[in-house]
């Protein structure tokens, strides 16, 4: 693999998980759609790039080149920053002004860039600033614990705080489910049924469009991570196999 790194979780409720890594490689791949955003601090030739990425509401292509050292927050679901529109950030970044070596600017503010062992520290530092807040009705909805609000209340919510509309969260929280049943060894047709896909051409279709594979290259790139990580000693080898064929 040419990008090497690791994971967290986080015990905030504004945070998926934290990851740190380094590009060992030029390298492209392709990336899956993605409903939460993230703030990503890239640190190239010396020089610190601070990033917000929005959702990115369709497959795609994503390039690195060598040498570059990265920390990645993927803030959790509902999660937003109010002076910022998420809907300006779809598909798209942001890199924020640098304001010092070891600073960045964020609404009008200085801030130090933060490492991976205190980013949950840089994060509830935001919430108290109020820079970032989280909607309690997109989780609650997602869990179908929805409280007594109106379907037009509910769809504003979820497109303020997420940018996109429930249902489509659905759709690409349906493919990933349709992806891992493949990857744990489930037929197409058995992934179809499972995922509650129409036909096996619906859940091709969408797993183009949300995954970026179809399930036949689901399956052989699965096949091609095991013979990898049967063939690679554990020292030499970093990657999981979602990193592989997402």
């Not at 998980?17 to 390298?27: C, K, L, V, W």
Request: charged fraction near 20%.
């Amino acid at each position: 693999m040419t990008i090497i790194s690791e994971d967290r979780s986080s015990d905030s409720p504004y945070i998926e998980t934290i990851s740190y890594g380094y590009t060992a490689a030029d390298g492209t791949t392709i990336r899956p759609a993605e409903y939460n955003w993230h703030l990503i601090f890239t640190r190239e030739h010396g020089r610190m790039h601070p990033i917000l990425t929005g959702p990115l509401p369709t497959a795609g292509v994503v390039s690195w080149t060598e040498g570059a050292e990265i920390l990645w927050i993927k803030f959790k679901l509902g999660t937003f920053m109010p002076h910022l529109p998420i809907r300006t950030l779809l598909d798209s970044e942001i890199t924020l002004p640098n304001s010092a070596s070891q600073s960045f600017y964020l609404n009008g503010s200085s801030w130090q860039f933060p490492t991976y062992e205190n980013v949950d520290t840089f994060v509830d530092r935001l919430v108290r600033e109020e820079l970032v807040v989280r909607d309690p009705v997109v989780s609650a909805a997602l869990q179908d614990e929805l409280p007594d609000l109106s379907a037009r209340t509910v769809r504003h919510r979820f497109l303020q705080s997420t940018g996109l509309t429930q249902t489509y969260i659905r759709q690409i929280e349906r493919a990933r489910h349709a992806r891992d049943l493949l990857i744990q060894g489930k037929s197409i047709l058995d992934a179809v049924d499972e995922a509650g896909y129409f036909d096996q051409p619906h859940m091709t279709r969408a797993l183009k469009q949300w995954i970026g594979y179809t399930p036949a290259q689901i399956i052989r790139l699965h096949r091609v991570c095991h013979s990898v990580q049967d063939t690679t000693s554990t020292l030499d080898y970093h990657a999981s196999e979602t990193e592989m064929i997402v």
